[in-house]
């Protein structure tokens, strides 16, 4: 990649594109793996998702804008629980949370993990049963700690020593015996971006399985006797196609378990292998399907279990990303389209940074089309980028749009319901967009639009 004065995302000069993206023969079909399940061009060519055309979405809720396919959303919940019928499947609320969604992933049976005072009063405020969630972070306060408590939440993964004290003082003043877990960083660098790999040594999650602090952590809550200790817990990363880490991580972690039932006479009952299971968000994506990685999740813990006398831990997994990630698109429409100098062409929509991220952040890669028509124009390579004041401010770094894009269009961006709304920001105090679900040809808003008024009411003078 040659070197560029505004940032690497702009070094990759001139109109080639990455290696793996090719011009498409129908700059209007769909990639079905890159889309909602509903999502197709009606008879006017405009894209449809549940049943309602973009075009009278925009018209009745404007954009930019999240539209959420609810039977997206619900058949993916279902794939997960029918794959992985004999373990625990926690939502990543991380991903994305709101009232409606919880109350889908509470209606189809899921349990639910939160890992902030925010996503838990949210979770309560939906009535999902706290006896049904776990509680992550790094660094809990003691008032989410004693929230958590009060409110009977199922499971608190511990992530320091500082935080076995202080929820062992918590629980003690309460009169409970909390279930928890202990975060076992095992040293696999998943194949993902550094920022989104979290079980390598050098970060900040969980206690250290070669450095012998995750086993000082187990007999440390164990020889207390306060807090009732379920198993153990690994996260390897996010966006994750290959189990082989998976393999390894198992491995580790039922070693660890192991040495506790040696050294203390304790086998632990559960067993959690976190989430960070891929999704497609270009064609050079191949995710697999729920019930692939639950049998060959399955066979690395039997296998495991086996090579280590172990009894078989209840587990438990944590899709986000895989559940909810699909289930969106975002709408934008096209305001300026601009070729520089023949050297790219910039396709600028009423978005960007704030209500998507990702690209600038982790480098990640997007797919869009035009939405509202279909063109038979030939296939132009386009940049598609926002209205912020950043150069970094790319929605999708590459893709083949039709050349008669123009100002006016709509333009889908496909995969963006995970960590995209629950990322965005108000940067230029521009107000987030709403997240509109979409179901048998009706839509509803579950996430209204923010307003100036909404900015300036924060702001007291």
């Known amino acids: 990649m040659r070197a560029h004065e505004a940032g690497a995302l702009h070094g990759d000069l001139g109109n080639r594109g990455p290696a793996w993206l090719r011009s498409p023969e129908d700059v209007n079909a769909l990639v079905p793996q890159l889309w909602p399940r509903t999502v197709s061009r009606g008879e006017t060519g405009a894209l449809e998702i549940g049943g309602v055309s973009v075009l009278d979405l925009a018209a009745e809720h404007g954009t930019p804008a999240y539209l959420l396919d609810e039977d997206d959303l619900r058949a993916r919940c279902r794939d997960f629980q029918a794959a992985f019928a004999d373990a625990d499947v926690y939502y990543a609320g991380k991903s994305f949370l709101c009232k409606a969604v919880v109350k889908v992933i509470d209606e189809e049976g899921l349990f639910l993990d939160v890992c902030s005072g925010g996503e838990l009063a949210v979770a309560l405020a939906a009535g999902f049963p706290p006896e049904r969630m776990g509680f992550h972070g790094n660094n809990k306060s003691v008032s989410e700690l004693r929230r958590a408590l009060d409110a ?7 992530d320091s020593f500082q ?8 629980a003690r003043e309460a009169g409970k015996r909390p279930a928890v877990l202990i975060r076992v960083t095992v040293g696999v660098e998943a194949h993902t971006h550094e920022f989104i790999a979290t079980a390598h040594e050098d970060q900040k999650f969980g206690f250290s399985l070669a450095g012998g602090a995750a086993f000082e952590a187990a007999v440390r809550v164990l020889d207390e006797d306060v807090l009732d200790l379920r198993g153990l817990h690994s996260h390897i990363g996010s966006q994750i196609f290959d189990t082989s880490g998976f393999e390894v991580s198992a491995r580790r972690v039922l070693q660890l378990q192991a040495q506790i039932r040696d050294a203390r006479g304790v086998e632990l009952a559960e067993l959690d292998l976190g989430g ?3 999704i497609a968000y270009t064609t050079q994506d191949d995710p697999s399907p729920a019930g692939d990685l639950a049998k ?28 909810v990630g699909p289930a969106v698109l975002t709408l934008y429409e096209v305001g300026t389209v601009k070729n520089v100098d023949g050297i790219r062409t ?7 940074m704030s209500d998507n991220i990702r690209t600038a952040l982790y480098d990640a890669s997007y797919s869009a089309t035009v939405a509202g028509r279909a063109s038979a124009a030939p296939p132009m390579l386009a940049r598609v980028v926002g209205k912020h004041c950043e150069s970094g401010d790319i929605v999708v770094k590459d893709e083949f749009l039709p050349a008669d894009v123009q100002p006016g269009d709509l333009l889908a961006v496909p995969g963006t319901g995970a960590y995209c709304r629950s990322m965005a920001s108000n940067y230029n105090h521009v107000p987030r967009p709403p997240v509109v679900a979409v179901r048998d040809g009706v839509s509803r808003v579950i996430v209204r639009r923010e307003t100036e008024e909404d900015l300036l009411a924060l702001d007291v003078g």
């Open 152 to 158: 009977g939440v199922g499971r608190i993964i511990l």
């Open 163 to 170: 935080e076995i004290d202080r929820l062992t003082a918590l």
């Open 276 to 278: 960070g299971f891929g």
């Open 296 to 323: 060959r999740i399955n066979k690395i813990v039997d296998a495991e279990c086996a090579a280590e006398q172990l009894r078989r831990p209840r587990l438990s997994i944590e899709p986000g990303r895989a559940v």
């Open 346 to 352: 910039y396709v600028s929509v009423d978005g960007g």
